[in-house]
């Protein structure tokens, strides 16, 4: 096994090259990303702990994924020989299951991908509109049912000092009235980072959840990426009254036909 250190933005592999080496990050995040109507899709984000790339050794085929760094990348390169000799070692028959396994896999990836099922993440350059809408009475009394349009960013949003706490220095580009700590003076973001919408949490106490994952400084990431249409962001814990939904509207003539 050899440790690598990757750059910001370069690519680990591409679709269509060998299957050479299994990966495992020591420390960064990657993007893996699967060429669709001549348009990269992201499939999803790994993290520190995950291992990348063995499907396409265990399928002694060509890769079905371009593997890609989001910020600088620790990583562990292990060489397909070396990966394959463990199977053969300690359990041969587990290699075959495995080979069969990654085969149903990518065919159901391919099911999906063809059928356009998973959402697209919204790229800057490509959305016309954003969009903040109410999606509990306690913002919508503040902000109304139409919302506000976002036009430029980064956007904060944030709440007005509770009766006893200290009016901070930094104020956000929205501010709320807020009854309960379940919304920070500073919660939430929304910025572009490396050419993406996403929701960065300000370090609040509680985290932020967008589209069902918690974002917070005490979580895996403090980042998460918007997609194309309806997003779902919740400042606070599960039982937080202060939720939002986030419009983001393509520009039409990036729209895929």
């Known amino acids: ?144 049912s139409e919302g506000l349009t976002i036009g430029k960013l980064p956007f904060q949003v944030g709440r007005n000092a509770m009766v006893g706490e200290s009016a901070g220095t930094k104020r956000a580009e929205l501010m709320l009235h807020a009854s309960s700590a379940q919304m920070s003076p500073l919660q939430f973001a929304i910025e572009a980072h490396e050419g993406r919408l996403t929701v960065r949490d300000l370090g609040s106490h509680l985290g932020t959840l967008v589209n069902g994952v918690r974002i917070a400084h005490f979580e895996h990431a403090d980042v998460a990426d918007l997609l194309f249409g309806e997003n779902r962001i919740q400042a606070g814990g599960l039982e937080s009254p202060y939720r939002f939904h986030v419009i983001v509207e393509r520009e039409t003539n990036t729209a895929k036909s």
Do not use: H, W
């Open 1 to 144: 096994m050899k440790e690598q250190k990757i750059r910001s933005g370069a690519v680990i592999y591409r679709e269509g090259g060998p299957g050479d080496a299994v990966f495992i990050i020591r420390q960064g995040e990657v993007e893996v990303l699967r060429e669709v109507d001549g348009k990269p899709v992201r499939l999803g984000v790994l993290r520190a702990g995950a291992i990348f790339g063995e499907m396409g050794v265990i399928r002694s085929k060509p890769r079905s994924t371009t593997v890609r760094a989001l910020g600088d990348v620790t990583m562990v390169k292990l060489p397909a020989e070396t990966f394959l000799s463990i199977f053969r070692r300690d359990n041969p028959l587990a290699l075959p299951l495995l080979q069969m396994l990654c085969e149903r896999l990518l065919t159901a990836e391919n099911r999906l991908l063809e059928q356009r099922i998973y959402v697209e993440g919204a790229r800057v350059d490509g959305v016309k509109v954003i969009r903040l809408l109410a999606a509990s009475p306690e913002i919508e009394s503040q902000i109304g």
